[in-house]
């Protein structure tokens, strides 16, 4: 592997396994995935087209707020992440359980 596929490997933090995105991946063959907060649109789409070799129509990305929680008497802050929702072409797909 090249320098370049070792860094879009990484881009790809972990996909979300949810009703929502279970939802949306059923009804517009999109799936949803954690990626880091520098990642752009175009490095989300070629890691996720090096990662399972399908072809990716568009990527949707936004940055979800970390929320703020209280641990006894001090308030603490969740980190911040960025969310992607890529839509794969027609007759492409993938699958979790054997990627």
């Known amino acids: 592997m090249s320098l370049n596929e070792v860094k879009l490997a990484s881009i790809l933090e972990a996909p ?6 279970t939802n ?27 990662m399972f070799k399908v072809e990716v129509v568009s990527v949707r990305v936004l940055n979800v707020k970390g929320k703020i ?21 027609s007759g492409h797909s993938i699958e979790f359980a054997t990627a």
């Open 16 to 21: 979300i396994i949810s009703e929502k995105s």
């Open 24 to 50: 949306v991946g059923d009804q517009s063959n999109q799936y949803v995935f954690k990626v880091k907060k520098s990642a752009t649109k175009l490095e989300v789409k070629k890691a996720v087209e090096l």
């Open 69 to 89: 929680k209280r641990f006894g008497r001090s308030l603490g802050k969740r980190s911040d992440w960025k969310k992607a929702y890529v839509k794969l072409q």
